[in-house]
């Protein structure tokens, strides 16, 4: 029962890196979101997705890529890394309808570029 | 644009007592759903309480309830006999249909939990 999986937990890299978050869940939920917490504040959507091949920018999409060709899985791409990106990442899945209304997230991911 | 608002950054109770965390939403649709999820140090999101905009009965799960004032777009969260296990941030959340179903956050609240 792994729900929302997240790797990797955590990561530093240095200004000007790439890396791919990556995010896969098991339980055929069609939505999936990227969010990213900044220390002492709420969630704010990077990009979403509303089924495989299908994906829209959220509240902070800069210096972030998307892509979703399967259910399961949804990376997160960051290119050129900076400082503003230091932050904790969650990813979460859902469905969207009565009863199922609860969004899964999982552990997150907290990165931190130098 | 909906909007999601906590105006408390930080609450404190005592062991055994009864807090109330505030949120207030803006939106223009009739139908959607509000959450407080729970967010302790290990940084896991924990749902806690839900409400469907459609039912006017407040939802309860065993300590936390609701206040849900769909006219004053109001969603506060009362829990009762506070533990020290509910020390946590807060956070209340708003969803509907539209726009991918996206999870709109409020700021968060602090809850600290004194024996």
């Known amino acids: 029962n792994a729900g929302v999986t997240q790797t990797p937990k955590f990561r530093i890299l240095k200004i000007g890196q790439s890396m791919t978050l990556q995010c896969t869940q098991d339980?055929?939920?069609?939505?999936m979101y990227w969010y990213r917490q900044d220390p002492g504040m709420g969630l704010k959507l990077i990009y979403y997705s509303v089924g495989a091949g299908i994906t829209d920018k959220g509240e902070v999409p800069n210096g972030y890529n998307v892509s979703r060709s399967t259910t399961e899985d949804f990376p997160l791409r960051l290119e050129l890394a900076a400082p503003s990106q230091t932050s904790v990442y969650f990813c979460a899945s859902s469905y969207l309808g009565p009863p199922d209304t609860e969004a899964f997230f999982g552990q997150g991911t907290r990165l931190t570029v130098v | 644009a909906q909007t999601v608002t906590q105006s408390q950054p930080e609450m404190s109770v005592q062991e055994a007592e009864t807090v109330t965390l505030s949120c207030t939403y803006d939106t223009s649709e009739s139908d959607y759903y509000l959450f407080w999820y729970k967010q302790p140090p290990s940084r896991q999101m924990i749902l806690v309480i839900r409400?469907?905009?459609?039912?006017?009965q407040n939802a309860t799960e065993n300590r936390f309830s609701v206040n849900f004032q769909k006219a004053a777009k109001s969603f506060s969260l009362k829990i009762s006999d506070s533990q020290l296990g509910d020390a946590a941030m807060y956070f209340c959340a708003y969803r509907n249909y539209n726009q991918g179903g996206k999870l709109i956050f409020g700021q968060g609240t602090e809850l600290s939990v004194k024996p």
């Open positions: 339980m055929n939920h069609n939505y």
């Open positions: 409400q469907e905009a459609y039912k006017q």
